[in-house]
């Protein structure tokens, strides 16, 4: 089982992904975007420069999601034997845990975008 974690703001990513084997996990990798809108965008991937100069540095969403893709297919990620957790900035009086994602959850989330406009979902 691979674990990814996920923390997105608005100029930067960091992603660490872990193993489980009989309840032992263990970190194999780790990545981090830096520098989102600005003329110094880095990536690195175990603290070792990536080029990312072919992505479009206009559009900072899809920087994010073209950056997770990479980390699919540079670790072979499989949607099936995968559990991605991402931290939000706010979850108001109802979040304080983890908790599954799913449409209602989303919309909950989406009313605290005016505590933090650019880290929500």
Do not use: C
């Not at 975007?33 to 969403?61: K, M």
């Not at 994602?101 to 005016?114: G, I």
């Amino acid at each position: 089982m691979n674990i990814l974690t996920i923390n997105a703001g608005s100029s930067s990513l960091k992603a660490a992904l872990f193993t489980r084997n009989n309840q032992q996990l263990t970190q194999v990798a780790e990545a981090a975007l830096t520098g989102v809108g600005s003329a110094h965008i880095t990536l690195q991937i175990d603290g070792i420069p990536v080029d990312i100069g072919d992505l479009d540095q206009t559009d900072t969403a899809n920087i994010h999601a073209e950056v997770v893709e990479r980390l699919f297919n540079r670790f072979n990620l499989k949607d099936q034997d995968l559990i991605v957790s991402h931290r939000v900035v706010h979850g108001g009086g109802i979040f304080a845990e983890p908790a599954i994602v799913d449409n209602h959850l989303l919309e909950q989330l989406r009313s605290f975008n005016s505590l933090a406009p650019l880290h929500q979902p």
